[in-house]
Nanobody
Framework: QVQLVESGGGLVQPGGSLRLSCVASGSIITINVMGWYRQAPGKERELVAD???????NLADSVKGRFTISRDNAKSTVYLQMNSLNTEDTAVYYCGAKKWGNRWYDYWGQGTQVTVSS
């Protein structure tokens, strides 16, 4: 089993920045991909960004140039640096982890709220 704990959400004005963190614990050796998803009210959960254990990244088109995903394997932590935030980024952000060879995510955190508002 793997446990994921997110932190770093909050209220920020448009144009501002936030950094989310997700710390993994448990059987982390089984994990290859870690990622961030988000879900806004009335919308489906969508991929924001993900990163493999070796550092290959994938970002949604809507956040390219504004968000950066990074990972510190020694700390079992993945980060999401979010810059130039706008109201459309308001959502609950979830950290997920995927085992080696799996197509779908196996573990999820509890989510952290990000609200962009003036």
């Amino acid at each position: 089993q793997v446990q994921l704990v997110e932190s770093g959400g909050g209220l920020v004005q448009p144009g501002g920045s936030l950094r989310l963190s997700c710390v993994a614990s448990g059987s982390i050796i089984t994990i290859n991909v870690m990622g961030w998803y988000r879900q806004a009210p009335g919308k489906e959960r969508e991929l924001v960004a993900d990163i493999t254990r070796t550092g290959s990244t994938n970002l949604a088109d809507s956040v390219k140039g504004r968000f950066t995903i990074s990972r510190d394997n020694a700390k079992s932590t993945v980060y999401l640096q979010m810059n130039s935030l706008n109201t459309e980024d308001t959502a609950v952000y979830y950290c997920g982890a995927k085992k080696w060879g799996n197509r779908w995510y196996d573990y999820w955190g509890q989510g952290t709220q990000v609200t962009v508002s003036s």
